[in-house]
């Protein structure tokens, strides 16, 4: 199986791509404050559409990033309908009658329901560009800057590093199990989908001795080592000073 790897931005040179990881975590949690904080819905709609077009002119394909917002526009979808008929505030909008129960929709809960669905669409779109622009790794080492504990970045490197692995070695067994009709019914697809995860159970646990067991070989002793974070360039200033200032602008003239 193959599968896109997020770290294969690194491989790529454009400059948004090169950004110091520092930066971009500043960057990073300045725009998901100014999201929360900032009242209406243009601001965060304004976030996901700059999120689409930087990670556009960062090379990624834009089908990607569309792709990975199903989720979270499903989501706000979700919180869309609930505050049209939860939240009873303001002027009725619209009424209407289904089964016998007559339903009122509320411009205060229509308003409230599009603010919670762009939040978390303006959210999720500054995460995945940020995710689709640089590596793990260099997240981590800019978290470590930021006196992030130790375990908690080793933890995510190790999960993000065998959850591929995972997920592959899921996919060979259901293709092992296909190829003997294990899914040709109903009672048979549940029988196979309880071996595979048993399976599955059992190959993780022995991947992971195998691996620690490797680790301990090569040193490991505890603690991870890694190269320390290189000086930021000037590059890397102006980005700041440019992301900033636009967060600022974004935040004033909402």
């Avoid at 505030?89 to 205060?108: C, K, L, P, W």
Wanted: proline share 3%.
């Amino acid at each position: 199986m193959s599968h896109h790897l997020i770290d294969i931005a690194a491989e790529r040179h454009q400059f948004l791509v090169r950004i110091d990881g520092r930066i971009k975590l500043l960057l990073l949690f300045a725009a998901l404050a100014v999201n929360l904080s900032s009242g209406g819905f243009r601001v965060s709609l304004v976030l996901a559409a700059s999120a689409l077009v930087l990670v556009t002119i960062s090379g990624e394909r834009p089908a990607a990033f569309l792709k990975r917002m199903i989720i979270p526009a499903v989501l706000a979808s979700v919180a869309l309908l609930t505050q049209l008929f939860w939240y009873r505030q303001g002027t009725v909008m619209m009424e209407f009658n289904v089964a016998s129960h007559d339903f009122e929709i509320y411009r205060g809960g229509f308003e409230r329901g599009v603010e919670l669905g762009s939040r978390i669409v303006g959210g999720m779109g500054t995460l995945l560009f940020f995710s689709l622009t640089t590596p793990l790794p260099e997240l981590m080492k800019a978290a470590r800057f930021f006196r992030c504990p130790a375990v908690l970045v080793e933890v995510a490197l190790i999960m993000y590093r065998y959850i591929f692995l995972l997920f592959e070695e899921g996919g060979k067994i259901r293709h092992a199990q296909k190829a003997r009709l294990g899914f040709c019914g109903f009672r048979t697809s549940l029988r196979s989908s309880g071996i595979l995860g048993g399976m599955l159970v059992l190959r993780t646990y022995d991947r992971a001795e195998r691996s620690f067991a490797a680790m301990r070989c090569r040193g490991y002793r505890g603690v991870m080592t890694g190269p320390s974070p290189k000086a930021m360039q000037s590059g890397d200033w102006g980005a700041l000073t440019v992301g900033m200032a636009g967060l600022a602008a974004l935040f004033v003239f909402r």
